[in-house]
T-cell receptor
Framework: GAVVSQHPSRVICKSGTSVKIECRSL??????MFWYRQFPKQSLMLMAT?????????EQGVEKDKFLINHASLTLSTLTVTSAHPEDSSFYIC?????????????FGPGTRLTVT | QKEVEQDPGPLSVPEGAIVSLNCTYS??????FMWYRQYSRKGPELLMY????GNKEDGRFTAQVDKSSKYISLFIRDSQPSDSATYLC???????????FGAGTTVTVRA
């Protein structure tokens, strides 16, 4: 299967600072990239969807000025959590979708655990 | 009624047993059916992907889709302790760009 990488895998930051998370599709070009958030023992919650060169589409309730998404190329998307607060502590997972002859396949990165102190 | 229903378990089986997981869905526009495996503190890993009714096999894994009953299943044969994880069903289709996930079933395979 296709590989999606995320960096960093874990980050601890102080309240009020900003954190950037990178997501790369390593061996394919992603038509669309997604950012999810997951709390312990819960399923994934979609935060936003982005296409290369376009503004991200945010899900209802997700603050676009707080969670900045940049989709610079077909293989790279970044999520910046601005002015992070302890309630932003969570597991952030990116995902990339690629078109295939059978439709679409979607692959996930390994996740980034953010802890805001 | 939720769009996707998946029993969260937990499910505990002895090593070597067959693990049976299933999801029901209500959106008849779903066209693509997926199963993901997620280990603790890791991102989901795509296990099986299909877009038609019937069975699909990949090693010890078999995915079944019954569109008429809106029911999908995943079977794991000869289960191993390394199969212990949370399994998520996911659906795509109907012009919606978002995956619809089940709640995930936590499976433990006892050695």
């Amino acid at each position: 299967g296709a590989v999606v990488s995320q960096h960093p895998s874990r980050v601890i930051c102080k309240s009020g600072t900003s954190v950037k998370i990178e997501c790369r599709s390593l061996d394919f070009q992603a038509t669309t990239m997604f950012w999810y958030r997951q709390f312990p023992k819960q399923s994934l919650m979609l935060m936003a969807t982005s296409n290369e060169g376009s503004k991200a589409t945010y899900e209802q309730g997700v603050e676009k000025d707080k969670f900045l998404i940049n989709h610079a190329s077909l293989t790279l998307s970044t999520l910046t959590v601005t002015s992070a607060h302890p309630e932003d502590s969570s597991f952030y997972i990116c995902s990339a979708r690629v078109g295939t002859s059978g439709g679409y396949e979607q692959y996930f990165g390994p996740g980034t655990r953010l802890t805001v102190t | 009624q939720k769009e996707v229903e998946q029993d969260p378990g937990p499910l505990s089986v002895p090593e070597g047993a067959i693990v049976s997981l299933n999801c029901t869905y209500s959106n008849s526009a779903f066209q693509y059916f997926m199963w993901y495996r997620q280990y603790s503190r890791k991102g989901p890993e795509l296990l099986m992907y299909t877009y038609s009714s019937g069975n699909k096999e990949d090693g010890r894994f078999t995915a079944q889709v019954d569109k008429s009953s809106k029911y999908i299943s995943l079977f794991i044969r000869d289960s191993q302790p390394s199969d212990s994880a949370t399994y998520l069903c996911a659906f795509l289709g109907g012009g919606d760009y978002k995956l619809s996930f089940g709640a995930g079933t936590t499976v433990t395979v006892r050695a």
